[in-house]
């Protein structure tokens, strides 16, 4: 016999209880810490900080933790808790050409002002899997030049002084910049909140629809005209001081596209850009962004949008991830009422076309 | 008592601010879909963020709030979004309709009749009843802009043409005081006549598509449908086998392996409370 369901309290804190013991492992086995998490899993920091838009690393580990290693749901988690902060203000744009450089890559130009900076990359390891690493492993001490003590130029500046490359969209100090997580996003959307919204981007989601770009759904001619990590300044105005403060420096991954030139019979060619940015360490988030912003340039430029990429809606309305993740999974929340009701019809309307049939049969045979 | 470091009922002053402004203009304009700047909440999109953006800012410190999820209060989404609330505002929740003045749903309407000191906060997910004729955010506005519904009225008929019956059975499409289309969010047309005339305020909150809208108490809410084809507020035609409600919206449950099936009350309160009505005149009459 049926009776109403009850204890769904009892079940959710019994899961909950399961859940932190499941976190846990192996009890017998070490903890992991927030340092180890930090330290050794940082291109996982780095990830959950970019697309949670907070920077911190120590909570981003945190999160990591918490979310059992399932990164989206580590995004979730920081996103929850930013969303509580209040807000003092925008800081001033960072300065990514005095960035203090880690790695520097051009692959326009084979020698540059500041030279090919390699930096800590995978690109030219053998992707053997390195049986040593499984047990704790001596590190010998990497090789160490003295910092070049002049800012290197950025190449979109050196491309940018012979008006090769268009103009990066001049700051407007007059005019806010906008915020999707403060006021809801409007289409057409303005650069700042496409890049915006690119940043907090699914990874997976961006990298796939900068790839398709390169196969010929809105192919953009790109060419990586600068990758770099490194650590820049942030600074803020603060009313009372009236100058700008420094609030210390954060490590972010940029990178900027040479693409397709444009020009017309009046106005002579010049490369297009696309730009993209990333907290930590994170270059395949950043060229994806990159690529996928110059696609959705599309229609400022005059070209025809032919392709999913360029398509800033179907764009911008699913790269969030958090958003996404929300609502795919609500669909294990019941939905018995409406299922009931589908049901109904579909039963009504076969019993419908069973009678028909039943009408209809002793003529047929007749017939027959 | 409050959980610590958070506001009363989470969210911060100047957000609900916000969210209260975009539901006066959404009471203002009934039917309309006001964009608003929602939050990301500590429950994931699709749990009911909206929702409870909406609740958490019209809740004071004396309402008594009821939360459902298909009608019932023990489903676990409900018992975890109370909890939410009991924790973060410390209000009384209750599972008595009547004595409710917030109520939270997803997906249905309480069978019991509301007030004039009730609001009923809708769940919504898909805020939009033109998005699936048309996907751009930017041609649906439009389309309500110039009360365009014409699309939605070849949908409903192409269903006619096609299956014999209108063939939406939840979240189906109303007309708000004789001007906006608008998604009732994925209740089933059961509950749509329940809108008409509702003594309680509607407020309907959609988080992950940061709109909210509204019906005012006692306006005039029309089902789409055609002359000949008038709308049905169907049912599954059997009666309750816990309380033996013939007029109510029915979940059937499947008791066993060989087609057994029983239906009872989706709503759980108005199902418990005739239950104990019917023990009552029993035991007198004994």
Known sequence: MYVAVKGGEQAIANAHRLLARERRGDPSVPEVSLAQISGQLSHAVDRVMTEGSLYDRELAALAIKQARGDLIEAIFLLRAYRTTLPRFGATEPVDTGAMQIRRRISAAFKDLPGGQVLGPTFDYTHRLLDAELAEASEVTEPARATAEEAAMPRVSDLLGQDDLIEPSPAADPERPVGDLTREPLEFPAERDLRLQNLARGDEGFLLALGYSTQRGYARNHPFAGEIRLGEVEVEFVAEEVGFAVPLGSITVTECQMINQFKGSATEPPCFTRGYGLAFGHSERKAMAMALVDRALRAGELGEERTAPAQDEEFVLSHSDNVQATGFVEHLKLPHYVDFQAELGLLRRMRAEIAAAAEGESPAREAAE | ?286
């Open chain 2, 1 to 286: 008592m409050n959980a610590p470091g958070y506001n009363f009922a989470y969210l911060d002053e100047q957000t609900k601010r916000m969210i209260r402004r975009a539901i006066l203009k959404a009471i203002a304009i009934p039917g309309y879909q006001v964009p608003f700047a929602s939050r990301e909440m500590p429950m994931p999109y699709g749990w009911g963020t909206g929702g409870v953006q909406v609740t958490a800012s019209i809740l004071g410190a004396d309402d008594v709030l009821k939360v459902i999820d298909q009608g019932a209060d023990d489903t676990t989404n409900a018992v975890s979004l109370r909890q939410f609330f009991a924790k973060t505002a410390g209000v009384r929740t209750t599972t008595l309709t009547p004595e409710a003045t917030v109520i939270q749903t997803r997906h249905r309407i309480p069978e019991t009749r509301l007030g004039e000191h009730q609001v009923l906060v809708y769940q919504v997910p898909i805020p939009e009843p033109l998005r699936f004729l048309e996907p751009r955010e930017t041609e649906t506005r439009r389309m309500h802009a110039h009360a365009d519904y014409g699309l939605m009225h070849v949908k409903l008929y192409e269903d006619i043409a096609r299956h014999g019956h209108i063939a939406t059975t939840y979240a189906y499409p109303v007309k708000v005081d004789g001007r906006y289309v608008m998604d009732p969010s994925p209740t089933p047309k059961f509950d749509n006549p329940k809108m008409n005339d509702c003594a309680a305020l509607q407020l309907f909150g959609a988080g992950r598509e940061k709109r909210i809208y509204a019906i005012p108490p006692h306006t005039t809410v029309v089902s789409l449908d055609f002359e000949d084809h008038p709308f049905e507020a169907s049912r599954t035609q059997a009666a309750c086998e816990l309380c033996g409600a013939d007029d109510t919206f029915l979940d059937e449950v499947v008791t066993d392996d060989c087609g057994g099936r029983m239906f009872v009350c989706s709503d759980t309160d108005y199902c418990e409370r005739r239950t104990a009505e019917k023990q009552q005149v029993e035991e007198a009459s004994r």
